[in-house]
């Protein structure tokens, strides 16, 4: 009996053992975490990987879990992820995440072109482009089926175009612009120039410039982008270090739009998906308003170096002038 047990235990230790040295090949050595706390990594979320940093570390029943917050992103969004959801923050898996957003983004296209395509657009359906964008923008909900809306607004915002194809770049300036407010304790210096009202009149010429008319579609869009905007900055844009800022430079009727810029007008892209959720339209239509969006997000890069700015105050101005820690 003693001396079975004794080979039943050791080989027990054994198995454990050669688990230990597998893991370690793969990178898994539960004696040490893969990751440390405060560090960059990439995070898998579903098909798609997110730039995140690692903010607490555990060790449960012989396997490390990491708490990431998933960097430019509400926190919401942050959880608790297995060493398999994690990679290095290195160029070689950068360009990995550059491919899944890639192709993930052709595969959408193919998805949503094999139902509009040898159909051309008539005047009627025209209309109907235009009626479904002021239907948005005036936050209009058109009817859908019993039992379906739950279930179409997760589906939308699981497979928003402008997640799917947000600029890297300016995913890069969101994260900095993360870690300068919350981390460091700076803010951007109000008011902005060129303001969010400012870089929305100059999308509109640059799209004048090139359909060479004024575009009803894109004009009832921006308008709608600049009520979306004033009214969703006090509610959901703010990091909770800049409400003091927010309460002494807008007073009375001034529009967060003339003084905000683009610092704050990319975060309310990041939070459009969520909002785009509660207006039922059809699935071609929002594929449409999405195109239209991202175009302008694609403006707002082409001109990154111009629009948003390079430095942050150590401080905010109180109303007798003086500078406030």
């Not at 039943?8 to 230790?13: E, K, L, R, Y």
């Not at 290095?88 to 990995?96: C, H």
Request: charged fraction near 35%; aromatic fraction near 8%; include cysteine.
């Amino acid at each position: 009996m003693g001396s079975s047990s004794n080979t039943n235990t050791s080989g027990g230790a054994s198995d454990k053992e050669e688990k230990k040295k597998e893991d370690k090949v793969k990178g898994k050595d539960s004696s040490e975490p893969s990751f440390k706390e405060n560090e960059r990594v990439l995070a898998y979320h579903g098909p798609l990987l997110y730039e995140a940093k690692v903010q607490r570390i555990e060790n449960h029943e012989d396997e490390w879990r990491y708490f990431v917050h998933y960097l430019g992103w509400n926190k919401n969004w942050d959880e608790w992820v297995a060493n398999d959801r994690l990679l290095a923050l290195t160029e070689e898996n950068m360009r990995k995440q550059q491919e899944l957003d890639k192709n993930q983004v052709v595969d959408k296209t193919m998805k949503s072109g094999r139902s509009t395509q040898h159909k051309p657009k008539g005047s009627n359906d025209a209309k109907a482009d235009k009626d479904d964008t002021k239907s948005l923008m005036k936050g209009k909900k058109r009817k859908s089926q019993p039992g379906t809306e739950i279930q179409e607004k997760e589906k939308r915002s699981s497979q928003s175009l402008l997640v799917l194809q947000f600029p890297l770049t300016l995913k890069k300036q969101l994260v900095d612009d993360w870690e300068f407010v919350s981390q460091m304790g700076k803010f951007v210096k109000l008011p902005r120039s060129p303001t969010v009202d400012d870089i929305l009149k100059k999308y509109l010429e640059h799209r004048t410039k090139k359909d060479g008319k004024i575009n009803d579609s894109y004009a009832e869009i921006l308008k709608g982008i600049r009520c979306y905007f004033d009214k969703a900055l006090p509610a959901m844009l703010l990091y909770k270090k800049e409400r003091d800022q927010y309460a002494e430079e807008v007073k009375g009727d001034v529009s967060p739009s003339t003084v905000y810029g683009a610092e704050h007008l990319l975060r309310l892209f990041v939070k459009l998906p969520e909002l785009l959720a509660f207006v039922n339209m059809e699935e071609d239509a929002l594929n449409k308003l999405q195109m239209k969006l991202l175009d302008i997000l694609k403006f707002i890069q082409k001109n990154q170096s111009t629009f948003f700015t390079t430095v942050y105050d150590d401080g905010r101005k109180s109303a007798d002038g003086a500078k406030t820690k």
